[in-house]
């Protein structure tokens, strides 16, 4: 549900590839490797994830549908793929999530695969607060970026709002 945000790669030597669909349609949108916005939407992410983890772990009547994207590197020139994963749960103190998508570009691994949910891979989170997206800093970049009418069509297929 919440895995919609557009793939996105760059036309430099290292790709940064963002990658998820909101209804099984991937899009490529294409940004620079030092894109600032984006990865000042990454930085955020990260800087808060500790908030996050303490909303999924102590989740209320309000909060939804919890997903978190993760970074893997590929080929040789230190290209990134980043995907969303959701389903998230504990085990043995640990946080693991089942991938939402299969990968553009990263081998072994395909959609419905579970792993384990480092802070160091962490990308971006998001979930639901009374149906209004928190977090989701990466899709809030790409969302800024779309046409108004983009926009319109973009929120005719989400569940939830995005301010």
């Known amino acids: 549900i919440l895995c919609v945000a557009a793939t996105v790669s760059c036309n430099t030597k290292k ?6 669909n909101s209804d099984g349609t991937d899009v490529i949108v294409t940004v620079e490797e030092n894109e600032k916005k984006m990865n000042r939407a990454i930085a955020e ?3 808060l994830y500790d ?11 309000t909060v939804s549908d919890f997903s978190v994207k993760l970074k893997y ?7 990134v793929e980043h995907m ?3 389903q998230l749960h504990f085990k043995e103190n640990k946080l693991f999530g089942v991938l939402d998508n299969d990968p553009e570009f990263v081998n072994g691994l395909k959609a419905g695969d ?3 949910v480092v802070k160091r891979g962490i990308s ?3 979930y639901l607060k009374n149906r209004k997206l928190v977090g989701g800093y990466t899709l809030r970049v790409l969302y800024d970026r779309m046409s108004k009418k983009e926009q ?10 995005i301010e």
């Open 124 to 126: 971006d989170w998001m």
């Open 15 to 20: 790709k940064n590839v963002i990658d998820s």
């Open 84 to 86: 969303w994963f959701n």
């Open 51 to 61: 908030d996050f983890l303490k909303v999924l772990k102590e989740p209320d009547s």
């Open 73 to 79: 590197e590929y080929g040789d020139d230190g290209s």
């Open 45 to 47: 992410a990260v800087a």
């Open 152 to 161: 319109a069509e973009f929120r005719e297929q989400l569940v939830f709002d």
């Open 114 to 116: 579970t792993v384990e």
